[in-house]
T-cell receptor, first 114, second 115 residues
Framework: NAGVTQTPKFRILKIGQSMTLQCTQDMNHNYMYWYRQDPGMGLKLIYY???????DKGEVPNGYNVSRSTTEDFPLRLELAAPSQTSVYFC?????????????FGSGTRLTVV | AQKVTQAQTEISVVEKEDVTLDCVYE???????LFWYKQPPSGELVFLIRRNSFDEQNEISGRYSWNFQKSTSSFNFTITASQVVDSAVYFCAFILTGGGNKLTFGTGTQLKVEL
């Protein structure tokens, strides 16, 4: 199993550009999450989804959009990139009836906005 | 709302020293899970341990041990005989059951183990 796959691994954007961070999982997990990690900080939740067609805001959703058209994919969209969105982005997934198992994380996408 | 506090921002030790990383959590719920993750310099998140709120048994895994005390809302992590490879950022995290089962992270403790 590949687990949770994130692409790209690195990206440099100019202010005002847009991009989509891709996340896909092959474990048939219903729950998926997007986190951002700023330098020297913990992870903060951007958006999450409890199943295909259902998404909800996390702690820091401003400037981002998500969609969940399939169980496998949970892309994160940045419409107008700003320097404040420079961060490492982690996608994660988990089984819905196993809260104790925690999350499976992707390897992260390092985004720099200049 | 739940909260996880890791008051130690950075700890430096010399190899072979023991080191304890503190984690304090806040919640009014009785059912929850606590976790520790390691983030080495390569950046990935490595799961170390989980503990549910009904299991206060301490756990030892090799050089790692965890002390869970509900009375003080703490879930501390001790590395015995630290090694340079233990250098990483360590995160304590928390899940409530229900409500999307969102994982809430502490701000992390940077551990530096030097020769």
């Amino acid at each position: 199993n590949a687990g949770v796959t994130q692409t790209p691994k690195f990206r440099i954007l100019k202010i005002g550009q847009s991009m989509t961070l891709q996340c896909t999982q092959d474990m048939n997990h219903n729950y998926m999450y997007w986190y951002r990690q700023d330098p020297g900080m913990g992870l903060k939740l951007i958006y999450y989804s409890v199943g295909a067609g259902i998404t909800d805001k996390g702690e820091v959703p401003n400037g981002y959009n998500v969609s969940r058209s399939t169980t496998e994919d949970f892309p994160l969209r940045l419409e107008l990139a700003a320097p404040s969105q420079t961060s490492v982005y982690f996608c994660a997934s988990r089984r819905d009836r196993e809260p104790g198992r925690g999350y499976t994380f992707g390897s992260g996408t390092r985004l720099t906005v200049v | 709302a739940q909260k996880v506090t890791q008051a130690q921002t950075e700890i430096s030790v010399v190899e072979k020293e023991d080191v304890t990383l503190d984690c304090v959590y806040e919640t009014r719920d009785t059912t929850y899970y606590l976790f520790w993750y390691k983030q080495p310099p390569s950046g990935e998140l490595v799961f170390l341990i989980r503990r549910n709120s009904f299991d206060e048994q301490n756990e030892i895994s090799g050089r790692y041990s965890w002390n869970f005390q509900k009375s003080t809302s703490s879930f501390n992590f001790t590395i015995t005989a630290s090694q340079v490879v233990d250098s990483a950022v360590y995160f304590c995290a928390f899940i409530l059951t229900g409500g999307g089962n969102k994982l809430t992270f502490g701000t992390g403790t940077q551990l530096k183990v030097e020769l």
